[in-house]
């Protein structure tokens, strides 16, 4: 690692003033995704605001009936919460699908979010990637690409988002709420939180810098039938290749977003108006504009096939 | 450098620690407690494993720096060579290893992973999110972030369940 100074902020305000007074901050809440980068030097922060003792780590209902996760709120106390394992069951099995025990001990929820792409090369330092290195290329487009997106991409960049949780969020479309060191408070939706490649990869979301994510709101239980299926080269401890989450409405109604195919969680409103047509239908409006290499398009079909296992498994429990 | 002050295995320790210094490194470069192993330093073999405030998580993957006054269990704070945790020895009598490098995080996992059960955590296995039962593929799930390359998984799944009173399935 390179070296940094290393602070503990004692509240929202502070962590949010130093992140904006020192150049090169960043926050580290879990840090096992930023630790690991510091170690590659593909994250060089020269200071770092430890922002695990700022008092965000409440689960609360809202005044609409819905939920507020505060931030740091461990992916294991998120999934273990009895709110969530009731109302938002998709939200519970899209975390217990992700990581390990040990790792989901310490994530957060809003590092979750922010947790970077694991396309092979952006963590190779010898390989150019436009994410890690802007303008020095892509390596991955003629490389190993399997587990990268298939849609959504650019010429610029084809890396997935690998997280599992963010899938689930976007489907119950959740709201990011953010703080800066002014004191302004913001809240973001979740459609609007990632950012497609283009030709700016390395810019991932709308955080400005310093900008700290407070907490993570949910509307109120949509219930249905709620489903997570996650698709890997393993049975556990792996990212997804393709991952669906799904909740069917008792009226025929359904909504769908997906993980792993795309640089962002995935949602089409097409796929989600296609229900009635099945799960091919379905697969075809979510992946319309696909442009995978020779060594993902497999995933098409995949998602198809999933989606296909998830509407017998909805109506093995109707 | 930065002072840090632990409790590892009930004893009060305090270091000067460069803010890189991991915990994994802290624990076995600093106080020399080298039961905890450094296996790929990115959790991702789960070797570095131990008990932070009552939770498992890989030491590799956190900053010493981070767990100011935190409570640190080892394998050398669960048992002794003399006075065995129930889980080692479940792992002697069940052969739960071969080379021995994956054990230690297997270990510690293991008995905070039973504390998860015990705490009604489910996991990916978990069936009925209302209720989570006891069962092989449950242990099986919740220990996939321990690897052994020696593939000595069916013996440490025996071990695991003769600790939990759970017997052959």
Known sequence: MKPFTYSRAASVQEA?????????????????NLLDLMKLQIETPTHLIDVNHIGLNRIEATDEGGLRIGALVRNTDLAANEVVRRDYAVLS???????SGQLRNKATTAGNLLQRTRCPYFYDTRMPCNKRK?????????????????IGTSDACIAQHPSDMAVA?????ANVETVTADG???????????????DTPHVEHRLTPGELIAAVTLPPPIGGTQV????????????????????????????????????????????????????????????????????????????ARTLASLFRQKEARA | MDAVELTVNGRDVHLQLDPRTTLLDALREH????????????????????????RRINSCLTLAVMHE???????????????LHPMQRAFVTHDGYQCGYCTPGQICSAVAMLEEIAADIPSHATQDLGEVEFSDAELRERMSGNICRCAAYPNIIAAIRDVAGEGEA
């Not at chain 2, 006054?69 to 048992?79: A, D, F, R």
């Open chain 1, 134 to 150: 802007p303008g020095s290329g892509c390596a991955a487009m003629k490389g190993i690409s399997r587990g990268l997106a298939i």
């Open chain 1, 16 to 32: 949010a003033q130093t992140a904006a007074s020192v150049q090169g901050a960043r926050f580290i809440a879990g840090g096992t």
């Open chain 1, 93 to 99: 099995r899209a975390l217990l699908a992700g990581a």
């Open chain 2, 69 to 83: 006054g935190e409570n640190v269990t080892t394998i050398e704070g669960l048992g002794s060579p003399d006075n």
């Open chain 1, 228 to 303: 997570y299926r996650k698709v890997r080269d393993r049975a556990s401890y792996a990212f997804a290749l393709v991952s669906v989450a799904a909740v069917f409405g008792e009226d025929g109604s359904a909504r769908f977003a997906f993980g792993g195919i795309a640089p962002k969680p995935w949602r089409v409103d097409a796929a989600d108006a296609a229900v009635g047509s099945g799960p091919k239908a379905v697969a075809d409006a979510a992946l319309a504009g696909a442009q995978p290499t020779a060594q993902n398009a497999f995933k098409q079909g995949l998602t």
């Open chain 2, 31 to 54: 106080l020399h407690l080298t039961g905890t192993k450094k296996g790929c330093d990115h959790g991702q073999c789960g070797a570095c494993t131990v008990i932070v405030e009552g």
């Open chain 1, 169 to 173: 969020m976007r489907l119950l479309d």
């Open chain 1, 184 to 198: 302004t408070r913001r809240s973001i939706p979740i459609a609007d939180f990632h950012l497609l490649p283009g």
